[in-house]
């Protein structure tokens, strides 16, 4: 047998200080790493992401995602002048965003042209710098009673929606009505 077979069998370490290196690095080292890592995973002190405040940021994650809030139905429905007060000054009586100023005949006569439906809709589903109002502190009767609130002020003749009339209510005057 020639001195070349012997060669093929052997690995990369020649010397037994190579071997102690190999070991060192291969299992010493990776074990520091570990214990480095949870050393850092479990201090107190650690930066919170997005806040100075640890208290804050814990706050901000573990926040409600909804809520529910309980409305008495059979409250009375506000007046279009009250829910205008309470949602839409704010806008529409500086003009700002580019919102209609109130009583401005000229700033209101092309959306008045487009109907009592198409102003209720955009009202209630938003349209350019104005959110949507619809599902917020009063219902869509009352947002649509604030809108004619408004166009009238301003020329138009729209007749102020009433709350739909309950089955029971319009079934107990017909009778009457025949007699």
Not at 84 to 111: I, M, N, S, V, Y
């Amino acid at each position: 047998m020639s001195d070349h077979s012997h060669d093929s069998h052997t690995g990369p370490i020649k010397t037994p200080a190579q071997l102690l290196w190999t070991s060192f690095f291969s299992f010493v080292v990776p074990v520091f790493i570990i214990i480095g890592l949870v050393f850092f995973v479990t201090r107190g002190d650690k930066p919170s992401a997005g806040s100075v405040d640890p208290e804050l940021a814990t706050a901000i994650r573990i926040q409600k995602i909804g809520s529910v809030e309980l409305r008495d139905a059979n409250r009375p429905l506000e007046s279009g002048a009250a829910v205008f007060k309470a949602q839409c000054a704010a806008c529409h009586e500086t003009g700002l965003a580019g919102a209609p100023k109130f009583g401005d005949a000229a700033a209101w006569a092309a959306r008045i042209a487009t109907g009592y439906e198409a102003l209720l809709t955009s009202a209630l589903k938003g349209k350019g710098a104005m959110g949507a109002q619809g599902g917020g502190a009063f219902s869509d009767i009352e947002i649509g009673r604030a809108v004619v609130h408004m166009t009238n002020a301003a020329g138009a003749k729209f007749e102020e929606p009433q709350p739909p009339v309950a089955e029971g209510e319009a079934g107990a005057e017909a009778p009457a009505a025949a007699q």
